[in-house]
């Protein structure tokens, strides 16, 4: 499959897979803005935004924009991250026409009445207590603000309760003037098509666009000294904690044994947390580690959910395991089922033409190359243990570590901060 990629004279990028072998065709409307491109004031809005489009456009009512896309047999979604915004559907490839229509309507002009903000801004602000009754979820949140404090990557996607209740209509319409221009847009597509074709319709539709500058973001800076822990006292029936350590940005040379140290740590049921803390010991039924990667930053999180009793055992465990790939080498054996594990995932992933549209979707965002799944099996079958070695050694270092726990330990928090120095 090649990737194909054109860009508009306003500055708007599209990317296209053809996949000829398909029955469907996926497409996605991606705008470079998130929640690190909010102020404190309008915390939360690119996410509200995102909630908003949804409630119609100039050519589409709420109403008919389900009915169009799941009358003819299709589903259609969106996202809101740190760094990006996306919109998406998937139909039958003969209704490719449909998805751009309507995808665009949504983008360009939603019409972002009075009444549709307020009935939307209370479903927000129940999604936002749902998440707060999640403590497996909350904690993310908690971490987050430890990792970067006083940054808007400390600060919630959702928003707060007071940032939600301030928004108006004026805050939205400004945000969207601002944010969804040629500039910072990406159009992607995959599945069966003909890009010529595709490229002339996105041309019609984007190419009156204005062009304006792209937008710009908080560089996330050098982590804070203090706080390196944090605790919500509540009554729960398990103990949730999540480690986090500054990682790397998202396009460093050393990310994919990032990747493959993820795997080994954390990133499947053979990994070593999983082994030691779940299968050998029993103290936990999740426990895992994950990656984010940004643009200049970066985060490597282990997260568990363990007995109250076995929370200080499960936290040392954990913290050995760090300790114990700083300092040796993966065994080979070990090395090579994480490659294996890791390309034969991407390998799986991308028989969808949703996942390849996804997949093509966000490096054309980012401004990146667009590397085929052989480019990338390569380099990672380039990584060596002493990579991995090298990325933990630069990653777990002495007092990097940031804590964030929920349970029913009140009056512990200086025995618990008490671990991070183990």
Not at 38 to 51: D, P, Q, W, Y
Not at 118 to 126: D, G, H, N, S
Not at 168 to 180: F, M, P, S, V
Not at 369 to 398: G, H, P, Q
Request: net charge positive; charged share 25%; with cysteine.
């Amino acid at each position: 499959m090649q990737y194909q990629k054109m860009v508009l004279d306003n500055g708007l990028k599209l990317a296209g897979c053809e996949m000829k072998d398909k029955n469907s065709f996926a497409a996605g409307v991606w705008i470079n803005t998130g929640s690190r491109n909010e102020s404190a004031r309008i915390s939360g809005i690119s996410h509200f935004l995102e909630h908003i489009v949804f409630k119609g456009s100039r050519g589409y009512s709420c109403k008919k924009l389900k009915e169009s896309i799941e009358g003819v047999g299709g589903s259609f979604n969106a996202f809101t991250s740190e760094e990006m915004t996306c919109y998406w559907i998937k139909l039958p490839a003969r209704y490719w026409e449909l998805a751009l229509d309507i995808l665009s309507d949504m983008a360009l002009y939603p019409l972002m009445k009075d009444a549709d903000i307020e009935k939307e801004r209370q479903v927000i602000l129940e999604e936002i207590k749902m998440y707060k009754d999640l403590p497996q979820s909350y904690v993310h949140e908690m971490l987050d603000g430890l990792l970067w404090p006083g940054h808007p990557l400390g600060r919630s996607i959702l928003g707060s309760n007071e940032t939600m209740s301030r928004l108006n209509a004026r805050d939205l319409r400004e945000y969207h003037r601002a944010q969804y221009t040629a500039a910072n847009m990406v159009v992607s597509c995959a599945g069966r098509m003909d890009f010529g074709a595709v490229e002339r319709k996105v041309s019609g539709i984007f190419g009156r666009m204005a062009q304006k500058p792209a937008n710009t973001c908080v560089p996330a800076g050098k982590q804070a000294k203090r706080p390196v822990f944090r605790l919500l006292h509540k009554e729960t029936e398990q103990a949730h904690v999540a480690l986090g350590f500054p990682a790397l940005r998202r396009d460093h040379p050393l990310k994919y044994a990032q990747m493959l140290l993820q795997v080994i740590l954390g990133g499947n049921s053979s990994s070593r947390l999983f082994n030691e803390i779940r299968e050998k010991r029993g103290l936990a039924y999740e426990i895992g580690a994950e990656v984010k990667r940004l643009k200049d930053t970066g985060a490597f999180i282990v997260h568990a959910g363990v007995a109250n009793k076995k929370l200080s055992q499960a936290v040392r465990l954990a913290l050995s395991e760090l300790a114990r790939v700083r300092k040796d080498r993966v065994p080979a054996s070990e090395l090579r089922r994480a490659k294996e594990f890791c390309t034969g995932q991407m390998m799986l992933s991308l028989e969808d033409s949703l996942t390849h549209m996804l997949w093509i979707g966000e490096p054309a965002l980012r401004g990146e190359k667009m590397y085929s799944l052989e480019d990338i099996m390569r380099r990672i079958n380039a990584v060596s243990a002493e990579d991995i070695r090298t990325v933990a050694r630069r990653v777990f270092t002495a007092r990097s570590g940031r804590m964030a726990v929920i349970g029913p330990f009140k009056g512990r928090e200086r025995e618990l901060e008490g671990l991070l120095r183990c």
